[in-house]
């Protein structure tokens, strides 16, 4: 690694001026995409700053509507949470299954979405529960939020502070895992609303990153069950594929996950 | 450079360190510790996996400064003297380890997950909690084996006729 500089901020504040006053500085939160990254001198920052020792982004908070939960709470705060647990067990499993138990230790949810993995698991769940995410500055609706792979709408030095999910009647996510990494090769998050309308958001496949599978969500909106999945279907151009798997067999797997998950709510 | 100051195994230890040492690099080259294995740079193999404030982490995916006030445990810090853990007994009991590279991340995550899941501790458990811990000789059987020999002395749980031999629980 490079030379760097250590930021140990208390609050949002300093760590948004500490990021203003590097030449290069980076956020370093769990530290688990990033220091590999910066181990293979893929990324080289001048500063970073420490994120985990700011109470304003840590804890858990619930309402009737939507589940908050802070920027540098870690994958394993997540799935151990009872008030997860309780309005939203689809999440707490998705947090139970990133990755081992020692990334789950030190990953974060800011993290995650900030890093936009094309295969990673919480912008599958930030999609389908329609997430807004708080930074700094503004709020960003999960829709407008994930633009590419590894790319999002955060501007320089923005600060992801924390996360609404908001609270579906049902809501599964059926992921496989590649054998190695554990990453995702196809994950299907399902939600259904009181109205009956259903979401859909597909993560590990696509070229772009994360996606809202529109079809299946227009299936399952007028027909509630694992059938209505049947005829849907998938453009296998939009699709990665490389050594893990080709489109082809992505685009199956894609189906075969939101049937998995559908199994789990009917 | 930096000042750091944390506890490791019940001792403080304080060092200037550059931001960019690796809590592992500082583990092994300025504590000289070297219990703690280096096998891969992809954060995958956990042979580098400590007690972090009480968490099992892969110490070659943290900065030493990020530790600086935590509380570390490594390999050297688990027996009591002369009287292993009794993860440790239990692995030397049940051929737990063959070259023994992976061993001291094996316990440091066994460890970890025994005072997670307690007697709820399972097979099952024991293998999906083990992804992030790569073992090339020993196919694991008796890794597991080991782990859940630990587990039911620990939480007084033994339903099986295969108990440690070890005295130091
Ligand atoms: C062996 C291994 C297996 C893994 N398996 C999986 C898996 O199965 N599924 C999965 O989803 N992920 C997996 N991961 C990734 C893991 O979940 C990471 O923890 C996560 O992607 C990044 O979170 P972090 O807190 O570690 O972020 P860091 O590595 O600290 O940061 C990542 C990026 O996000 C930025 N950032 C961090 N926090 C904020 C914030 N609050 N605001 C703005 N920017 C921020 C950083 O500047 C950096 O660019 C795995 C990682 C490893 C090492
Ligand atoms: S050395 Fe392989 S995970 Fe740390
Ligand atoms: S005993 Fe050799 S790597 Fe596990």
């Not at chain 1, 910066?38 to 858990?60: C, E, F, N, T, Y």
């Not at chain 2, 550059?18 to 956990?46: N, P």
Request: hydrophobic share 40%.
């Amino acid at each position: 690694m490079f030379h760097l500089t250590y930021h140990r901020p208390t609050s949002v504040e300093d760590a948004v001026h500490f990021f203003t006053n590097g030449a290069d500085a980076k956020f370093l939160a769990g530290g688990q995409t990033l220091l590999p990254t910066m181990k293979q001198r893929l990324a080289a920052p001048s500063d970073v700053i420490d994120l985990r020792h700011i109470s304003a982004l840590m804890g858990i908070g619930s309402t009737e509507e939507q589940l908050t939960i802070g920027a540098a709470v870690t994958h394993a705060e997540v799935a151990a949470s009872q008030q997860v647990k309780q309005t939203l067990p689809a999440l707490a499993e998705l947090a139970a299954h990133i990755g081992d138990p020692h990334v789950r230790h030190m990953g974060t949810l800011g993290g995650s979405i900030a890093n936009n993995d094309p295969a990673a698991d919480y912008p599958a769940a930030a999609l389908a529960l329609a997430a807004t995410i708080h930074t700094n500055s503004r709020t960003i609706a999960a829709e407008d939020f994930f633009t590419g792979l590894f790319e999002t709408d955060l501007q320089e030095g923005e600060l992801i502070t924390k996360v609404d999910f908001k609270i579906p009647t049902k809501a599964a996510y059926a992921k496989f895992a590649n054998p190695a990494s554990r990453y995702a090769m196809a994950g299907v998050f399902v939600a259904r609303y009181a109205d009956e309308h259903v979401i859909v958001a597909v993560t590990g496949a696509g070229s772009d990153g994360v996606f809202r599978h529109r079809d299946m969500e227009a299936a399952l909106s007028d027909d509630w069950s694992v059938e209505a999945l049947t005829p849907t279907s998938m453009n296998e151009s939009d699709l990665l594929s490389d050594i893990h798997g080709s489109a082809a067999y992505r685009a199956n797997l894609v189906k075969v996950m939101a049937q998995k998950a559908m199994k789990t709510m009917i | 450079m930096n000042e750091i100051s944390m506890t490791v195994n019940g001792e403080t230890v304080s060092h200037t360190v550059e931001a960019r040492t690796l809590l592992v690099t500082y583990i092994r080259d300025h504590l000289k510790l070297t219990g703690t294995h280096i096998g891969c740079d992809t954060s995958q193999c956990g042979a580098c996996v400590i007690n972090f404030n009480g968490k099992a982490v892969k110490s070659c995916t943290m900065l030493a400064v990020q530790a600086d006030g935590a509380e570390i445990t490594t390999i050297e810090g688990i027996a009591a003297g002369d009287q292993l853990h009794p993860v440790q007994a239990a692995f030397k009991e049940h051929h737990g380890l063959q070259c023994g590279f992976c061993t001291p991340g094996m316990i440091i995550a066994a460890v970890d997950m025994i005072n997670r899941y307690g007697n709820t501790l399972d097979e099952a458990t024991i293998r999906s909690e083990l992804e992030g811990n790569i073992c090339r000789c020993t196919g694991y059987q008796n890794i597991v084996k080991s782990i859940k020999a630990a587990a039911d002395e620990m939480t007084g749980s033994s339903m099986s006729d295969q108990s440690s031999t070890s005295s130091a629980s």
